[in-house]
């Protein structure tokens, strides 16, 4: 069986307030590109993020996952169900936005400083990962951001106006955790703007994307990870 083309490890990451966090850095095969945020959902920096960081490094990005979490519990990886999901909840609701979103400044800044970032950086979250993916589009200094199923979006459309740079929407059609309703509230916030684009998956549940989960919808996450990379290159 041949090696990954795909290079990983754990980096050092400077936070803003003198202390340091850990990131999981995935390099491309021709060991340059552009960079992206990859922001985890609420059950850390585990095996399906790590492989969602080495899928986009094959597709030519260097990646950078940082620990979300690392202030409350440093290195924590969660599965889906029973008691793992019952600490993801409360990790998720005792952690700080904004303290978040400063994390994720730090994280772009030590991204944009490798020798092999060579372009723009773009966030990309997941749920969790998707609220902090739209909050760094406006305050943590990417340049663009895709935004998968992020659950309690509508809570944070009143920063709309802050917003600059493009971002991409992606949505679960049969969600339990984000109803219509509130995929109507963001069509509505951002329906001047021709650079933020909205998708919505019939048929698909929350997690889409996540093969370890019982949700996975193989279309919905093929789909949505091409049109990811189109819009990665500017062109969507």
Same mark, same amino acid.
């Given at each position: 069986m041949s090696a990954s083309p795909v290079t990983t490890q754990w980096i050092d990451i400077p936070s803003h307030d003198g202390q340091s966090f850990m990131g999981y850095l995935a390099l491309p095969p021709a060991g340059q590109g552009p960079g992206i945020v990859l922001i985890q959902e609420i059950f850390g920096?585990?095996?399906?993020?790590?492989?969602?960081?080495?899928?986009?490094?094959?597709?030519g990005y260097v990646v950078l996952a940082p620990d979300v979490f690392w202030r409350q519990e440093p290195g924590v990886e969660l599965a889906?169900?029973? /008691? @793992?999901? =019952?600490?993801?909840?409360?990790?998720?609701?005792?952690?700080?936005?904004?303290?978040a979103v400063k994390d994720l400044a730090s994280t772009t800044q030590a991204l944009r400083q490798r020798a092999e970032c060579d372009g723009q950086v773009t966030a990309i979250g997941y749920c969790m990962g998707g609220i902090l993916a739209y909050l760094a589009a406006i305050e943590s200094g990417v340049d663009r951001a895709a935004s998968f199923y992020p659950g309690g979006i509508h809570k944070h459309l009143d920063k709309a106006s802050r917003?600059?740079?493009?971002?991409q929407f992606h949505f679960a059609g049969n969600d339990g955790h984000i109803p219509a309703e509130t995929v109507d509230q963001v069509r509505?916030?951002? /329906? @001047?703007? =021709?650079d933020v684009t909205i998708h919505v998956y019939e048929g698909a549940d929350h997690g889409f994307n996540c093969w370890a989960r019982g949700a996975y919808h193989r279309h919905a996450a093929a789909l949505s990870h091409g049109r990811a990379l189109v819009f990665l290159e500017g062109r969507d």
């Open positions: 920096v585990n095996a399906h993020i790590r492989s969602v960081a080495e899928q986009y490094a094959q597709d889906y169900e029973g /008691a @793992d999901m =019952d600490k993801a909840f409360k990790l998720v609701g005792d952690i700080d936005f904004t303290v917003l600059d740079v493009p971002v509505t916030t951002f /329906a @001047d703007r =021709d």
